[in-house]
């Protein structure tokens, strides 16, 4: 199996990531009203230890939120593809903070590949 992305990025990475991402997402038009505006961290930390735990890291995210079941926790969201696209839109932006030497190439296409899925797998609307 060989050592997993999280092995090999690390956990302040995700934690990076994640952070980069949010900070955007607070004053998104779009995407901003659909967050929980009090409790940020929380939303933070829910996807950092999702993502964490996919990568091959401590299961930090079954523990607390059980079964990861996306598709269903986003269904109280209206997603449509303006939503996806714009999601991936600020997630790219919070990559470009990272050069080569933290995020080799191949890792940073493998983390892509799976939010480019996911994201469209998301949508729950026309
Ligand atoms: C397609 C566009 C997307 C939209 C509009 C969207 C929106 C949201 C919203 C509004 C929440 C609730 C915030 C919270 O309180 O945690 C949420 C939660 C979450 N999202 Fe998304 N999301 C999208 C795509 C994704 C993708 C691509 C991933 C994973 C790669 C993802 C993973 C998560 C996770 C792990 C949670 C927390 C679930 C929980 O523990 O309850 N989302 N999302």
Redesign the pocket.
């Known amino acids: 199996m060989g050592p997993s992305l999280y092995d090999e990025l690390g956990e302040d990475f995700f934690r990076r990531l994640v952070h980069g991402f949010y900070e955007q997402v607070k004053t998104d038009d779009l ?1 901003g009203p ?3 505006a009090d ?1 940020w961290e ?2 933070e930390n ?2 950092r ?3 964490v735990q ?1 990568w091959g890291g401590p299961h930090t ?1 079954q523990a ?2 059980g079964r ?1 079941m ?1 598709r269903k ?2 269904f109280p ?1 209206s ?1 449509g593809m303006p ?2 696209e ?3 839109e600020l ?1 790219e932006r919070s990559f470009a903070q990272f050069g080569e030497e933290e995020l080799p190439v191949d890792a940073r296409a493998q983390l892509w590949n ?2 480019q899925r ?6 729950n609307r026309q």
């Open positions: 995407l659909m967050y929980p409790d929380g939303a829910r996807l230890w999702f993502l996919y995210f607390e939120r990861p996306l926790r986003h969201f997603i939503e996806a714009r999601w991936l997630m799976h939010m996911v994201a469209y797998m998301m949508i």
